[in-house]
């Protein structure tokens, strides 16, 4: 691919980024794009249909920084001296840390199967699937996913990740919880 494309490209992703910072999704026009960018509406449309293109694109990129964490963390698992929640918690929250805004601002456009929230849950359960040996339609799957999500919830909220204990902690109280539930009935 031509630099000058790349370097175009790059540009109006970041500005992209910077604009859903500045403003929110809705408020982005191609034209505010292009004009933001310092190129010509078709220049920007030599790039991206559109915004909704263009905020599937920079969605991929970041989930693409989540799901090679993922990979590495799956390759690494093999080591018997691994500590895979530690790997996963240190690699990922940096990451996730460092782009707490822009993430908050992705998850909250609204593109349906193509929205942040609905890769992360893809990507998420295709790990977890890989990591367990379960199959896609077992629950353990679903309850690992939301527990991911609720992971990222809590990471982009509190800026860290929840430590084991806590982890371990919640799980007991829940099954407390679903317990009593079971006596009153």
Known sequence: ??????????????????????????????????????????????HY????????AVMMDYITVIEDTLNQSLRESRSMTMDHYQFFSTHLMTYLITNTTVLQQLRLISLGTNSFDAQCRRLFRKFYQQVFHLNEDNFTVYLFVNMAMSDLDFILERQRVPQRQELKQSLRQIERLLESINNDN
């Open 49 to 56: 249909a559109g915004v909704y293109e263009l905020a599937t």
């Open 1 to 46: 691919m031509d630099q000058r494309y790349e370097r175009t490209d790059r540009e109006i992703k970041r500005t992209f980024v910077t604009s859903i910072q500045r403003s929110g999704y809705d408020a982005l026009t191609v034209a505010q794009l292009a004009r933001d960018s310092l190129v010509d509406r078709s220049t920007f449309y030599a």
